[in-house]
């Protein structure tokens, strides 16, 4: 039985399994930059014992602890840029909406008429006001992405480094062996 439809049988998620796809276990196992994927292989295969776990938060705790400083200042900075256009979106949403109520739900007799003028209104006042935060949403969570992604990928290289470290090839192999058929 092939590594993928190994992973399939245990439950693995559809991005693992896509991830793997014709590689084999110990090219995945090598290759894997995703701990949480390599630790849940680990205790779905019984093998990430309470020590296996403390000695992982103890050692990735310092690159844990550093990409989350470095994701929470992005973020907040992605709020702060953010925020002013939602609440414009938000606000502009809202009045078109109340506005839309006003007219619809006394003239529900007139439904059909009244509705689809209305309703168009609505459609055209937020499709404008969503392009709006829009324009300003995609850079910022570009630019939050962007900051991110060199602490997320070296807190990834020395999470997935500690499992490789803490569960040895041979224990995956042994395990899968006696666990899918």
Known sequence: MRFHQQLQALGACSDAIAWVGRKGLRRAWRECECSDWMVWLAEDLGLWAEERSA?????????????????????AEYERVISPAWAEYRRV??????????????????YRRVHKAARAKYRRVHKAARAKYR????????????????????????TTSVVRALVPIEEIERALREKVR
């Open 93 to 110: 949403r809202d009045i078109a909406y109340a506005e839309y109520e006003r007219v619809y739900a006394p003239t529900l007799a007139e």
């Open 55 to 75: 000695e992982y938060e103890r050692v990735c705790a310092p690159a844990l602890a550093e990409y989350e400083c470095v994701r929470a200042a992005a973020y």
């Open 135 to 158: 324009r300003v949403y995609a850079p910022a969570y570009a630019e939050y992405q962007r900051v991110c992604a060199p602490a997320y990928a070296e807190c990834e290289r020395v």
